[in-house]
């Protein structure tokens, strides 16, 4: 059973415009979420987080807004530059510590020039 | 201060052989865990260490089994290899005790092939 699920297995974008990559969770004990960015021959590298008592947070280009009720979460990228071009995984887990860090199967965005 | 190491990168090993992969965290970090990349699947969780002891284990069979030293470095062995396990094993490091809050760093991962 999926727990984390990005239905989108790619996405391509022009520079500038925006990058819309969406995650869905089944668990509701889930109160913590996370984006990583991989490159190609790289570990994933944190991106963003946010916790469930917030509905959005902000650094930068990278917005992670969560809607709890529709159990959705995305990441908005603006403006997209072709260095973005990555893989990008969801994660969530539990704050109480008990739950692992349950990934998603990735998002590959390509940002073209 | 360095990052997260794996050795060795890549591996080619045969079915049935075993194979051990390490992992030396960022320094003062305390907790290791490691995941499963193959293609389609994400990543999946392996188990994690802290303090020498595993705190959690993913649905993996026992062929997976790993341990971590009083230094913090952790290893990971898999007996009996079998060709689907042929992926990107991924060890994270942070600071505590894995909470979801506490950021993981990645390490670059161990390509491991099974012919």
């Known amino acids: 059973d999926q727990q984390v699920k990005q239905n989108s297995p790619s996405l391509s974008v022009q520079e500038g415009r925006i990058s819309i990559l969406n995650c869905d969770y089944t668990n509701s004990m889930f109160d913590y979420f996370l984006w990583y960015k991989k490159y190609p021959a790289e570990g994933p590298t944190f991106l963003i987080s946010i916790s469930s008592i917030k509905d959005k947070n902000e650094d930068g280009r990278f917005t992670v807004f969560l809607n709890k009720s529709a159990k959705h979460l995305s990441l908005h990228i603006v403006p997209s530059q072709p260095g973005d071009s990555a893989v990008y995984f969801c994660?969530?887990?539990?704050?109480?510590?008990?739950?692992?860090?349950?990934f998603g199967k990735g998002t590959k965005l390509t940002v073209n020039p | 201060k360095a990052g997260v190491t794996q050795t060795p990168r890549y591996l080619i090993k045969t079915r049935g052989q075993q194979v051990t992969l390490s992992c030396s965290p960022i320094?003062?970090?305390?907790?290791v865990s490691w995941y499963q990349q193959t293609p389609g699947q994400g990543l999946q969780f392996l188990f994690e260490?802290?303090?020498?002891?595993?705190?959690n284990k993913g649905n993996f069979p026992g062929r997976f089994s790993g341990r971590q030293f009083s230094n913090s470095r952790s290893e990971m062995n898999v007996s009996t290899l079998e060709l689907g396990d042929s992926a990107l094993y991924l060890c994270?490091?942070?600071?505590?005790?894995?909470?979801?809050?506490?950021?993981?760093?990645f390490g670059p991962g161990t390509r491991l092939t099974v012919l």
């Open positions: 994270a490091s942070s600071l505590l005790a894995g909470l979801p809050s506490d950021t993981q760093y």
């Open positions: 320094s003062g970090h305390r907790s």
């Open positions: 260490y802290f303090s020498e002891t595993q705190r």
């Open positions: 994660a969530a887990g539990g704050q109480g510590g008990s739950e692992k860090l349950v």
